[in-house]
């Protein structure tokens, strides 16, 4: 997908998805494993595809480093006005790059990093190959590489939950679909990315879901308030622990793939 997509993209993505239940429970989640993987801080981190850092931005307040690599110059805008509402100490932490993931050696200097992220972004490429190879070149000896997107093995759950068994049924031998914001998009394996990853020197070492429940719900109707906390935080909660479990972990329409660098 170009950048201009993206650009395109900007608001709805950096504003109103994140402002929904289902996009605070992705950012608690994902941040509370990252916490059990990545190695303590000021740890370095490179955020792949970052957007307007919603992920990374937590992890510069908690002590981290943060790169921040992205190719779309509304998105980086969007992490700007995000970044300046930070406290000055986790300000001085956050570098905003702008740069093709798919070129992210080059557009970070030959630099290595302890983590390398790389969330919701492998799914809107034609092939995940190019990009997880760039993602393990980044990382450093011992580092950690966090790879978060579809789950092939899900894809009839949202047209199932939406009445649409036609494209259900269909779905079950599907890689590809219509995301929730109008764009194409693709779907891969536990399996698959993690041979990817050993193919690249990366050992994966655990994989988790991202969200279950929330999706459910929202699929099939059901109006979650954001500005009802109690039971936002009530639901994250839920969500973590199913996170974890089989079988929970795999009826995640996405996962969350964990692989550390061979030292």
């Known amino acids: 997908m170009g950048e201009e997509i993206f650009d395109g993209l900007a608001d709805r993505f950096a504003d109103d998805a994140y402002a929904s239940v289902k996009g605070y429970v992705r950012t608690y989640v994902l941040h509370q494993q990252l916490l059990e993987q990545l190695p303590p801080p000021p740890a370095t981190v490179l955020d ?5 850092g919603h992920q990374s931005f937590p992890l510069a307040e908690a002590g981290y480093d943060v790169t921040l690599l992205d190719p779309s110059e509304a998105m980086l805008d969007k992490a700007g006005e ?8 986790a300000r001085r932490r956050v570098n905003l790059v702008r740069g093709d993931g798919e070129k992210a050696e080059a557009a970070v200097e030959g630099r ?10 492998l799914g809107y490429l ?7 190879g760039q993602l393990c070149r980044c990382v450093a000896p011992g580092g950690v590489v966090s790879i978060m997107t579809g ?10 939950m939406e009445r649409r068994w036609a494209d259900a049924l269909a779905a079950f031998d599907a890689r590809t679909e219509i995301g929730v914001l109008g764009v194409p998009g693709r779907a891969d394996t536990v399996e698959e990315l993690g041979e990817l990853l050993r193919g690249e020197g990366v050992e994966p070492v655990r994989w988790y879901g991202v969200w279950l429940f929330v999706d459910w719900l929202e699929f099939g109707g059901t109006a979650l308030d954001p500005g009802d906390t109690e039971q936002v935080a009530a ?9 974890r479990r089989d079988p ?8 969350h793939l964990v692989g550390r660098k061979t030292s």
């Not at 994250?236 to 199913?242: D, G, K, Q």
């Not at 929970?248 to 996962?255: A, D, E, I, Q, T």
């Open 126 to 132: 034609e092939r995940p190959e190019p990009m997880v």
């Open 112 to 121: 290595r990093f302890d983590a390398v992220l790389c969330h919701g972004v």
């Open 248 to 255: 929970y972990r795999g009826l995640s329409r996405v996962f």
């Open 235 to 243: 639901t994250a909660a839920v969500e973590l622990e199913a996170s």
């Open 48 to 52: 792949v595809g970052g957007g307007a």
């Open 151 to 160: 789950n092939a093995k899900a894809m009839a759950v949202r047209p199932a």
């Open 82 to 89: 995000r970044l300046r509402r930070l406290p000055e100490e």
